[in-house]
């Protein structure tokens, strides 16, 4: 179906599986690629994100797909086209039949990762995605069909896809909570974080705006420290009432995180967890 962003028209799909309905997470968990407490906080936060299966092209991306909305940049490159490349070495069959048979194709251009349909990218492929999608067919609700995008529906849509893209969720987890606050460099974020639910505000944040996660948080640090003078700034300091630091430093960071719609999706987590 078409929808509308400012004036810009285009189309969505908001697909139906969601990460809490996966249905290999038993066997991640039991053969100790994912732990429970990775599971819970993906689920979680996969709730401000989309479906395993989601797609849509209508803002300045050229494709936005998957739990954690990887794009297509305007330039064609982005975190999408290096996981198709991802899934391409580990299933070259898979990646054949489904994409490359199909007219989607992955290319490495000095040393950047690109996604082509039919031989176009970039800008071509944009105005390609969005063919028929427009303010006539937005506001008679027509459903239309895109082959480019049910052709990508369906690969994202099998079981070898979506474990790739739990895995990639697990490994963002991973990679957040390992990243230094600034002005903080002895410790990493985890050590500040150890709940579910500080760990998944963390996730959010990196899965929308990365290279702001070590700013806001040691900006957050730093205010918790001002406005407690007697807590060390090293948490393994914290002992007994390190869930009680945790849940002050959460109040400061999970709000003034620089990304869009940072409290709503910080007191949406706080729902959950």
């Not at 494709?63 to 975190?79: D, R, V, W």
């Not at 003078?229 to 620089?258: F, M, Q």
Request: aromatic share 10%; net charge negative.
């Amino acid at each position: 179906m078409s929808t509308r962003y400012g004036q810009q028209y285009g189309p969505v799909y908001w697909g139906n599986l969601k990460l809490a309905d996966f249905k290999a997470w038993d066997d991640l968990v039991n053969t100790g690629m994912v732990t429970m407490a990775e599971r819970i906080i993906l689920v979680a936060m996969s709730e401000n994100e989309g479906n395993l299966d989601a797609l849509q092209s209508y803002d300045s991306e050229i494709l936005t797909a998957g739990a954690m909305q990887k794009t297509i940049n305007p330039q064609g490159a982005g975190e999408l086209p290096v996981q198709v490349y991802e899934f391409k070495q580990k299933h070259p069959d898979l990646y054949q039949s489904l994409f490359a048979d199909c007219g989607w194709e992955v290319k490495t251009e000095n040393r950047k990762q690109y996604l082509y349909y039919d031989g176009v990218t970039g800008s071509e492929l944009k105005v390609l995605l969005r063919q028929g999608f427009n303010q006539t067919s937005f506001e008679s609700k027509a459903k239309l069909i895109s082959k480019p995008l049910a052709v990508f529906a369906h690969a994202i849509n099998t079981s070898e896809y979506i474990v790739k893209q739990v895995l990639d969720f697990v490994q963002r987890l991973r990679a957040s909570i390992s990243i230094s606050p600034s002005g903080y460099n002895l410790w990493v974020v985890g050590d500040y974080v150890r709940s579910n639910f500080g760990r998944s505000v963390v996730l959010d944040h990196h899965v929308n705006r990365p290279g702001n996660v070590a700013g806001d948080f040691g900006t957050a640090v730093k205010t918790f420290l001002i406005n407690n003078p007697t807590v060390s700034e090293n948490p393994a300091d914290w002992g007994e009432d390190h869930a009680k630091h945790e849940a002050a430093l959460l109040e400061i960071y999970g709000p003034t995180r620089r990304m869009t719609d940072a409290d709503l999706r910080y007191q949406s987590l706080k729902g959950k967890l």
